[in-house]
């Protein structure tokens, strides 16, 4: 039977929320884009994270479980380490595309990716062997043979959630124009999960490097409810900061994702409380009984349940219509950040070809397009000039 465990609950929500916007950003994005490394990303932070025991306290408590079912949990070890062996090998290449500065930029060459994904293999190779063993002689893995290649990943993953926040916030310090806003999304995002994330990894080094082993992999402590919240508020905004300003409906995509969301998550609460509730309160057979009927109810309640969920996204995005207005509106936006993050390099010929090939996929006139580039190069070339005078009165 299940249980109501709240952190049980918040995992399995933050695991959907991952893997649906990983499928929704795969969707949406085209081959090597932002998106679709994003989608990549999210896919092993939900392997990472569904896997850590938490959403186990759903059918009752996870040492039980594990102690009934030892190769359960020999297998959840093993994609627990894939999932983070696999944020190590595509998070940084992931912050190259997304951040784009020098600090985040050698991420991006292939070499380095190469040598990203072989450490991550190594240190996967590692972790697997002690528990394969496990396994095929139906015995405990040898946690002290664990303990190294554990916190070498470990180590190295607190270093990267890190460095990736720091490089959000020094983004968000230099950017100018539609990048600071969206710097600014990132740096939120970023510091939520990673700052989360990081706290808890940091938490397991420390008790491999003073020798408890076990804890590690048998238990979950209170605290990993941060590992959980991390994920679950940190998703939906990197998402939306990086898509807002490369698709142009991303914005009606995720209107429908909330409206979706919504409705899904009022059914299944209903079901839920009358089926779990008469269950408790009289028997199982009555709580069966119960679940049947609020499926009924739900039925018949459809049409007031969907004007709640367009409630809720229209609240939490208030001026977004699926209209053709609208639409040709967020183009227009999308190509005008584009012709701003490239005016400060000049816009060569690259450049210039990456923008042509961007207002055709978009539909934008030539005219308009070229109107919109005449009039941020004007008012580029004006603030470029105040502050020469400025510069020239100062010295």
């Known amino acids: 039977m299940l249980h109501a465990d709240p952190q049980g609950i918040?995992?399995?929500?933050?695991?959907?929320?991952?893997w649906?916007?990983?499928v929704v950003l795969f969707r949406a994005g085209v081959r090597g884009s932002v998106g679709r490394k994003l989608a990549l990303v999210l896919v092993v932070e939900g392997v990472a994270l569904a896997s850590t025991g938490t959403i186990e306290a759903l059918f009752g408590s996870p040492g039980d479980i594990y102690a009934r079912h030892p190769?359960?949990?020999?297998?959840?070890?093993?994609?627990?380490?894939?999932?983070?062996?696999?944020?190590?090998?595509?998070?940084?290449?992931?912050?190259?595309?997304?951040?784009n500065t020098r600090w985040t930029r050698p991420f991006g060459e292939t070499r380095v990716r190469i040598g990203l994904g072989l450490a991550?293999?190594?240190?996967?190779?590692?972790?697997?062997?002690?528990?394969?063993?496990?396994?095929?002689?139906?015995?405990?893995?040898?946690?002290?043979?664990?303990?190294?290649?554990?916190?070498?990943l470990y180590a190295g993953l607190v270093v990267?959630?890190?460095?990736?926040?720091?490089?959000?916030?020094?983004v968000w310090h230099v950017a100018t124009g539609a990048a600071r806003k969206r710097a600014r999304i990132f740096a939120i995002a970023f510091g939520i999960r990673d700052v989360c994330w990081g706290f808890i990894y940091a938490t397991q080094v420390w008790e491999l490097w003073v020798g408890n082993y076990e804890p590690v992999f048998d238990e979950t402590p209170p605290w990993f409810i941060?590992?959980?919240?991390?994920?679950?508020?940190?998703?939906?905004?990197?998402?939306?900061?990086i898509l807002r300003t490369q698709l142009f409906d991303i914005d009606l995509r995720i209107r429908w994702t909330i409206k979706q969301s919504t409705l899904a998550g009022a059914v299944i609460a209903l079901v839920y409380a009358l089926s779990e509730g008469a269950?408790?309160?009289?028997?199982?057979?009555?709580?069966?009984?119960?679940?049947?009927?609020?499926a009924a109810v739900v039925v018949f309640f459809l049409a007031p349940l969907q004007r709640f969920a367009e409630r809720v996204a229209s609240a939490a995005m208030p001026n977004t219509r699926d209209t053709p207005e609208y639409a040709a509106f967020r183009k227009l936006q999308v190509y005008e950040a584009a012709v701003v993050d490239a005016l400060?390099?000049?816009?060569?010929?690259?450049?210039?070809?990456?923008?042509?090939?961007?207002q055709e996929s978009l539909g934008i006139t030539a005219p308009d397009a070229d109107s919109i580039e005449r009039d941020l190069q004007a008012k580029a070339d004006l603030h470029a000039g105040a502050v020469a005078a400025v510069s020239a009165a100062s010295g």
């Open 344 to 358: 400060p390099g000049g816009i060569g010929d690259k450049e210039r070809a990456l923008l042509r090939r961007l």
């Open 20 to 22: 649906s916007l990983a």
């Open 226 to 241: 941060l590992y959980i919240l991390g994920t679950f508020f940190a998703v939906p905004l990197i998402a939306y900061g």
């Open 279 to 294: 269950s408790r309160v009289l028997s199982n057979e009555l709580g069966n009984f119960a679940g049947l009927l609020a």
């Open 160 to 170: 990267l959630f890190v460095f990736a926040f720091g490089a959000s916030l020094r």
């Open 10 to 18: 918040l995992a399995l929500i933050a695991v959907a929320m991952s």
């Open 71 to 99: 190769v359960f949990a020999l297998i959840e070890l093993m994609v627990h380490a894939f999932g983070d062996c696999g944020m190590l090998a595509l998070y940084p290449p992931f912050l190259a595309a997304a951040l």
């Open 120 to 152: 991550a293999l190594v240190l996967y190779v590692a972790l697997a062997q002690p528990l394969v063993a496990a396994l095929r002689t139906s015995t405990t893995p040898d946690y002290a043979a664990l303990a190294l290649p554990t916190g070498i």
